[in-house]
């Protein structure tokens, strides 16, 4: 069983910048599986945020974040990180890492979580 923790969260102001990373417990997991960052906010459902895939590390990006998030990989690792720049108070949620099958097209493995807070 895969096990992915999440990291780098916390508060921040309006316009602030977080890193969060997210590590993977099985070694060269993030190699094999496309990785991505969604979140929760309170009253709303969980929304994919970023991705990168796992050969040519091609991203994609919400709406809301692109421009302002990067997500990037360091297989060395075996991290994921989701940079967040131009912090929104609207960018308040907890934040997750998840990784996709393959074969199955479904991100089936997710980690706890990490909360990020942010101030206007």
């Known amino acids: 069983q895969v096990q992915l923790e999440e990291s780098g969260g916390g508060l921040g102001q309006a316009g602030d910048s977080l890193r969060l990373s997210c590590v993977a417990s099985?070694?060269?997991?993030?190699?094999?599986?496309?990785m991505g960052w969604f979140r929760h906010a309170p009253g709303k459902e969980r929304e994919f945020v970023a991705g990168?895939?796992?050969?040519?590390?091609?991203?994609s990006y919400s709406d809301s974040v692109r421009g302002r998030f990067i997500i990037s990989r360091d297989n060395a690792r075996n991290t994921v990180y989701l940079q967040m720049n131009s912090l929104k108070p609207e960018d308040t949620a907890v934040y997750y890492c998840?990784?996709?099958?393959?074969?199955?097209?479904?991100?089936?493995?997710w980690g706890q979580g990490t909360q990020v807070t942010v101030s206007s």
């Open positions: 998840a990784g996709k099958s393959a074969t199955r097209g479904t991100y089936d493995y």
């Open positions: 099985r070694r060269a997991f993030i190699m094999v599986y496309d």
């Open positions: 990168i895939s796992r050969s040519e590390s091609t991203t």
